[in-house]
């Protein structure tokens, strides 16, 4: 039964949540879990893409999570030129969120974290500039929970951030406002993902196509807010779905925002500890959000139980979280924003004339250092900060 | 003024994100404004992937 106290309290039931609950909860710290929904890990706002050895550093990978084997990428250029890449090394997976979310969940509980849902977060609680609690609505009363350390891994909406002060907000033009549909009925090739990229497809995103086995797939849209106020990211898709796939039915369909901005620079303070979508641990490049939030979890959980076991909830103390991060991450996150920043300059015409290039070297040869080695000489510093698009996919 | 179509609305909350003010309330199945809240910055309106929110003309 929920208490009214615990060390630690976690907003939030995805991921970076779980991974946090988790860790917390490994370290012999008492600790609940709190799902705003019904269920952990359903409604899925996600592609659902995720890279395998990104995913094995935490967990051992069931076959239940995987819904298709990813060992190539189809890059299709404003003109429509397709350009096919091979994976060398790296495997990805397009995961069934639903079920990889409620096994973490599940993890975390058989670790001693107390999970439950239906438990909607409507405030923190503070005293003297020390978050030290939660105020929530559950199974329709309002509760209080005191805690030590609250752990925010509320999304993109990330309200217990802004609550406790921190600097959350996102600017338009780093918030992707993203939408898609699970289609049946669609022939596509499998284990292979594609990607529309280009201002006619989505400008400052792109188009993913994303097979989840026979004849059924992920296919959504991701533009940038500084180009979604004249025409909505629905309205690019269902362009998209009329022109390559007038058949599919379209079976669910599901909204969110992906914040591609640069890291937060401090993702905690007094008793309070961001991770996941509400740190913007994604990787801006890619909108991938997966395994930046689960190590996010990770770290802060195991940061968030020396802190009780020390007893310091203080935000000097928690800072050693983002510096774990930064000592793990390293300065990929900033240059992958940077990269990010310069290709959303690329024209259609610049994107094309990069396409055909790489399209006369013969696919067999296509490894990504091959086509690095030969589009050099065409356009350097465009080429390469487009090849290490490519390279992050 | 924000109107929502709240029969479109898929409450993922990328609006709440956006806001300024943090006028705006996402539910599992229910979105609100805090009207006398809100400035009417209309990012909400611009970021909405599927056109729930809609800025209405005040009389």
């Avoid at chain 1, 599940?106 to 438990?119: C, I, L, S």
């Avoid at chain 1, 500084?226 to 629905?234: C, I, L, P, T």
């Avoid at chain 1, 067999?364 to 490519?390: E, G, H, N, Q, Y």
Wanted: with cysteine; net charge negative; charged share 25%.
């Amino acid at each position: 039964m929920l208490k009214n106290k615990y060390d630690v309290v976690v907003v939030g039931g995805g991921p970076a949540g779980s991974m946090a609950a988790w860790e917390v909860a490994k370290g012999g710290v008492s600790v609940c879990m709190l799902e705003k929904d019904r269920d952990i890990g359903y409604p899925v706002r996600c592609g659902e893409a995720v890279g395998e050895s990104g995913l094995r550093q935490f967990v051992e990978i069931e076959d239940s999570w995987i819904a298709e084997k990813i060992t190539s990428v189809k890059l299709v250029s404003p003109n429509l030129t397709s350009v096919d890449i091979d994976f060398a090394a790296e495997t990805g997976y397009i995961l069934n969120r639903r079920i990889f979310d409620y096994d973490l969940s599940r993890y975390a509980a058989n670790a001693g974290a107390e999970v439950y849902t239906k438990a909607y977060v409507k405030n923190v609680l503070a005293n003297n500039g020390q978050t030290n609690g939660v105020v929530l609505d559950y199974l329709g009363e309002e509760k209080q929970i005191q805690a030590k350390i609250v752990i925010g891994a509320d999304g993109l909406t990330s309200r217990v951030g802004r609550w406790a002060g921190l600097k959350t907000l996102v600017r338009m033009k780093d918030m992707e406002s993203a939408v898609q549909y699970s289609v049946s009925n669609v022939d596509i090739e499998p284990n292979k993902m594609i990607m529309y990229i280009g201002m006619n497809h989505a400008p400052g995103g792109y188009i993913w196509v994303f097979p989840k086995g026979k004849k059924f797939a992920n296919i959504g849209i991701g533009i940038s807010g500084k180009y979604s106020k004249h025409k909505s990211a629905q309205k690019y898709l269902d362009e998209f779905m009329d022109r390559e796939y007038p058949d599919a039915a379209i079976l669910t369909t599901m909204c969110g925002g992906v914040p591609c901005a640069k890291p937060m620079e401090k993702p905690v303070a007094n008793g309070i500890m961001l991770v996941g979508d509400a740190a913007h641990q994604i990787n801006p490049m890619t909108g991938g959000g997966i395994v930046a939030g689960m190590k996010g979890g990770w770290i802060a959980g195991q940061v968030a139980a020396e802190a009780i076991q020390n007893d310091d909830y203080s935000e000097k103390g928690l800072l050693e979280y983002p510096k774990r991060m930064r000592k793990d991450f390293g300065k990929n996150h900033e240059r992958f924003y940077k990269i990010k920043e310069s290709t959303e300059k690329l024209t259609n015409e610049e994107l094309d004339s990069i396409a055909e290039k790489v399209l006369s070297i013969p696919h067999d040869k296509r490894t990504l250092t091959s086509v690095f080695k030969a589009a050099v000489f065409k356009k350097p510093t465009l080429i390469i900060d487009v090849l290490k698009v490519f390279a992050g996919v | 003024m924000i109107n929502i179509r709240e029969n479109r609305c898929d409450y993922c909350g990328v609006c709440v994100s956006v806001c300024p003010v943090d006028c705006i309330e996402v539910r599992e199945y229910s979105i609100e404004i805090d009207h006398p809240v809100c400035i009417d910055c209309d990012l909400c309106v611009e970021i909405c992937p599927i056109e729930v929110l809609e800025t209405h003309a005040q009389e």
